[in-house]
């Protein structure tokens, strides 16, 4: 019943929300309209649901001949923020897409118009409680870089005079966001609602991991707390930056941060710097975050990789960043270790389980066949360092997709962020070999993996949760006996119910037999009142015998009734 009164609530309120934004759902539908999508709009029922039938009158206008992927694209530009960071997330899911999406989904930018200086000088009075002049000196007024979600300036500290940037949250972003997500939630269900093919990708829990992702991302503190992890992570690894936060002057909308000079790490050609070894230390910065830390930037485009004159790789922009679990990471490296082995039957396996499929379940033996077939066709004839990253896990995630095999968000950004450090790498270092770089680090993680005090300390764990597991089994069967005594009492109490059920309807069937007989031998009595020759009491003597019968059985009749 309480479910029953969630559901009905919940249901209620994004009704509410979306008639309070119903503007801004008019808004969408008009541009999916106009980039040729109005049969989509009509399969989903929008129409007959928000009255926006004349939108689809109007039918569409840029459709032409443009292919399908650009015209989403071009639909997520026009839709805002909120669509297009959602539209660069799932260009991380090459698990869901297809191949020619993801390539378009790729090339989305959330370059905006800045927004005017009093905005950021009130948004800096209300976060900071100072006007921006107490708190910087040199405040530029022409934003540095501006984007859908904040946009950033240069600045120096007031008494040190060290040079930083301040990253600037756009006013009613929060609001903006909250009233695109109820939409988003809307749209999705009735994805799922009028596409029943459409639940094999999950558009609710998609949308429920964007509204995850997003949330953190507008919540600076996120932001400045990855900062301080990378931080601690890359503690005395030389050639590799990250910007130090000033945590007393950032909040949920400001983020304060050393000043970055430099050229992108693509740009580096025109720089007098030692290419190969810039790229080859971001490489390894990329496999320590994936395989030792467990913790790795989530949007590695050339944007945010600057080269200092000291030939020192900086990374910019931790909104997005992914995080893998030591089971996670042990994954990887076995997928890795078979791929050096090219045990393409063990990289299924490893890759079926990653896809939280039953062992060996119903589809596998497909599954395998098809993997190992177009990895032997792809890789024949090659050694190790000629197979390209980039190539192996389009082909993983490709056979997977084509299988229904699921595959947690955290494995797609990983692989995504390895192809492109690769994709990256390679056009500044094309004889570059990515699978001999990761070599070292994967034997060592693989070698560590069997170390005997890890063995020791996985022996301890196990023990520990055999132990807990232990305990619970005793709380849980105590717990089951008391159950299946409750229902031994409970079915006791059910048949002595039945049972007194029983008696009380053969008492009554014996009253009925009883009183049927009384009935019957008071009948034959006055039948034979007439026609007996022997008298009793002035009285033929069978008739009274019968009179006798009748009053017995009817007096044991209505004594049984009584009880």
Not at 16 to 39: C, K, M, P, W, Y
Not at 284 to 290: C, E, G, Q, R
């Amino acid at each position: 019943m309480a479910t029953a009164l969630r559901r009905a609530y919940d249901s209620y309120r994004t009704g509410e929300s979306l008639i309070r934004d119903a503007n801004r759902l008019t808004q969408i539908v008009t541009v999916l309209v106009r980039h040729g999508f109005g049969a989509l709009v009509r399969e989903m029922q929008l129409d007959e649901r928000w009255a926006l039938k004349k939108i689809l009158e109007l039918g569409s206008v840029e459709a032409d001949d443009t292919p399908i992927e650009r015209r989403i694209v071009l639909a997520i530009h026009d839709l805002g923020p909120t669509f297009i960071k959602f539209g660069q997330i799932l260009s991380t899911r090459r698990d869901l897409l297809p191949p020619e999406l993801i390539v378009e989904l790729e090339t989305l930018q959330d370059d905006v118009p800045a927004m005017p200086i009093d905005s950021v000088r009130s948004t800096v009075r209300e976060e900071l409680g100072r006007e921006v002049d107490e708190v910087y000196e040199d405040f530029s007024e022409t934003p540095l870089a501006s984007a859908s979600i904040a946009q950033v300036h240069t600045a120096r500290l007031r008494g040190s005079g060290e040079e930083v940037v301040v990253k600037v949250q756009r006013p009613g972003l929060a609001e903006k966001i909250e009233a695109d997500l109820e939409i988003m939630r809307y749209l999705a269900g009735a994805l799922e609602r009028n596409f029943p093919e459409a639940t094999l990708y999950t558009p609710t829990g998609i949308v429920h991991q964007f509204e995850r992702a997003i949330r953190k991302e507008i919540d600076f503190h996120n932001e400045r707390d990855n900062i301080a992890r990378f931080r601690t992570n890359f503690a005395g690894v030389d050639g590799i930056h990250f910007p130090i936060p000033f945590a007393e002057l950032s909040t949920a909308r400001i983020l304060t941060m050393e000043r970055i000079v430099g050229v992108k790490l693509t740009a580096m050609s025109d720089a007098d710097l030692d290419i190969e070894k810039v790229v080859r230390s971001g490489i390894d910065a990329v496999l320590k975050m994936i395989f030792d830390d467990g913790f790795f930037h989530g949007d590695l485009h050339p944007g945010n990789l600057l080269v200092r004159a000291d030939a020192t790789l900086c990374f910019l922009d931790f909104g997005l960043c992914g995080r893998l679990t030591p089971r996670q990471r042990d994954d990887l490296i076995d997928m890795m270790v078979a791929l050096g082995r090219k045990d393409y039957p063990g990289l299924a396996r490893i890759y079926w389980r990653l896809g939280d499929r039953a062992p060996r379940g119903e589809g596998y033996a497909a599954f395998e066949a098809d993997l190992a077939d177009c990895l032997e066709r792809r890789f024949a004839g090659k050694t190790i360092s000629e197979i390209e990253m980039a190539a192996f896990f389009g082909d993983l995630v490709e056979i997977a997709l084509l299988h229904r095999v699921p595959m947690p968000p955290d494995y797609t950004m990983t692989f995504k962020a390895v192809m492109t450090m690769e994709g990256v790498a390679k056009q500044l270092v094309p004889d570059l070999d990515m699978v001999e770089a990761a070599r070292p680090r994967v034997a060592r993680l693989a070698a560590e993996r069997f170390d005997p005090q890890r063995l020791v300390q996985s022996g301890y764990d196990v023990v520990r949760d055999l132990s807990d597991a232990a305990g619970d089994a005793q709380q849980i069967s105590r717990a089951a006996l008391d159950y299946l005594k409750a229902a031994e009492n409970g079915l006791r109490d059910r048949d002595e119910h039945n049972l007194r059920w029983r008696r009380g309807y053969a008492d009554a069937q014996r009253r009925n037999r009883q009183a049927a007989l009384a009935g019957a031998c008071t009948l034959c009595g006055v039948l034979t009142l007439e026609r007996g020759s022997a008298v009793l009491f002035g009285a033929p003597a069978g008739s009274l015998f019968l009179f006798a019968i009748a009053l017995v059985l009817g007096i044991l009749s209505l004594g049984g009734s009584r009880r």
